[in-house]
C-alpha cells in the first residue's frame, strides 16, 4: 500500500510518500480502509520532534490521527464491528496514523461514522470535535443560561465549540478576525470580538462562567483573561506550552486540555451531526501524495480551517 512517513524528525521535507506493507490486525485491532486522515497542528509537532517527551514515536512514522473509513479487517476478539462498517475515529498518537490506504485501529476508538456527511469530510470531525466537547462539558461544566467567552473562535476547534455552546444553551462571546469573524457567527456566536481592532478585556464587560483559550497569545493576554472570569468559574487553555492562568482566591480555575480519544463522546458527536444539529466544515481536501507540502503550508501559517487528506485509492 502506499503512505507517507518520516523516517526522521525535521522539517516537512522528511515526509516520503512511498510503498509500505499493509498491516494485519492483531488480537482487538481493527483494519481500515482509510477514506480519509485529517492535518492537526499536532502533527507538525509530532514530526519536527518536539513531542518526543509526551508522544514517542516508533520511525519510521506514519502521521495521522484522525481517521474515517470503511472496516476491511478484523483481528480476533472485536465485538460490534463488521467488515463494510464505515467508522471514523482518533487513533492513539503514538502509533502508525491513517496517513495512508489502509491503518490499523484499536476497536474501542471507533465509533459508526455519520452518514449524513461524506465518509471522507467525517475525518474532520474526531480530534477537534472532542476538544471542543472536552474542553466546554469535562472540564468547564458549561450549563444551559452560562456566558462563555471562545477566544480564538475562528479555527477548527472553534467552530465546533461556539456551535456546542450554542446548542447547550449558553451564551457565546467569540473572539476571530475578520477573515473568519462571517464564520464564527454562523456557528452561533452571540457575540463577535475582532481581535485585530478590540481587546478582548475591554470588549467583555461582564463576566464570563468559562473562558476556553485556543489562541497562541502571549503570556499576559492569557493571564488577562482570568478577569473576565466570575468567581468559581474556569479558564480551559488548549495552548499547553503556557499553563493556564487561576485565582485561587476568587475560586478561578486554571485547566491545560490534553485531549483524549473517547469512542462515546465521538458517537454523541456524530448523532449531533445526523440530526443537523452539528456542521462538518471541510475547507480542503488534499491528496494523500500532497501531505507534505501541506505540512510546509502549516509551518508557514497558510492553512486556515480544517484540511482532510484523502488517499488517490479512496
Known amino acids: 500500500m502506499k503512505a507517507v512517513r518520516f523516517h526522521d524528525y525535521g522539517t516537512p521535507d522528511v515526509l516520503r510518500y512511498e510503498d509500505v506493507e499493509q498491516p494485519v490486525p492483531g488480537a482487538g485491532q481493527v483494519r481500515i480502509r482509510v477514506a480519509a486522515t485529517s492535518f492537526n497542528s499536532v502533527d507538525g509537532n509530532i514530526r519536527g520532534g518536539s513531542m518526543r517527551g509526551p508522544i514517542p514515536v516508533e520511525l ?25 462498517d464505515a467508522v471514523i475515529g482518533f487513533l492513539p498518537m503514538d502509533g502508525d496514523g491513517a496517513a495512508a490506504e489502509y491503518v ?34 469535562d472540564h468547564g461544566e458549561l450549563r444551559s443560561g452560562q456566558r462563555v467567552l471562545i477566544n480564538g473562535a475562528g479555527g477548527a476547534v472553534g467552530g465546533y465549540a461556539v456551535q456546542l455552546a450554542k446548542g447547550a444553551g449558553a451564551h457565546v462571546i467569540a473572539t476571530a478576525s475578520p477573515r473568519s469573524g462571517d464564520a464564527v457567527k454562523s456557528a452561533g456566536a452571540d457575540e463577535v470580538v475582532d481581535h485585530t ?42 495552548t499547553v506550552w503556557m499553563p493556564a492562568p487561576a485565582d485561587e482566591e476568587r475560586g478561578v480555575r486554571g485547566i491545560d486540555l490534553f485531549v483524549r480519544s473517547d469512542a462515546g463522546q465521538l458517537a454523541k458527536l456524530v448523532a449531533l451531526v445526523d440530526r443537523g444539529e452539528l456542521r462538518v466544515e471541510v475547507a480542503e481536501r488534499v491528496p494523500l501524495p500532497e501531505l507534505p507540502a501541506l505540512h510546509a503550508r502549516a509551518a508557514e501559517g497558510a492553512v486556515h480551517g480544517k484540511v482532510v487528506v484523502v488517499p488517490a485509492t479512496a
Do not use: K, M, S
Request: hydrophobic share 50%; charged share 10%.
Open 60 to 84: 519510521p512514522h506514519t502521521p495521522g490521527i484522525d481517521v474515517a473509513g470503511t472496516v476491511d479487517a478484523l483481528g480476533d476478539g472485536v465485538d460490534g464491528f463488521q467488515v463494510g
Open 104 to 137: 490499523l485501529a484499536p476497536a474501542e476508538v471507533l465509533t459508526p461514522a455519520p452518514g449524513h456527511v461524506p465518509l471522507a469530510d467525517a475525518a474532520a470531525l474526531p480530534v477537534v470535535g472532542l476538544t471542543a466537547w472536552q474542553a466546554l462539558f
Open 197 to 238: 481592532t478590540t481587546g478582548v478585556t475591554a470588549a467583555v464587560t461582564e463576566p464570563v462562567d468559562l473562558v476556553l483559550n485556543l489562541a497562541p497569545v502571549d503570556p499576559a493576554e492569557l493571564a488577562a483573561l482570568v478577569t473576565l472570569v466570575r468567581p468559581g468559574g474556569v479558564v480551559v487553555n488548549t
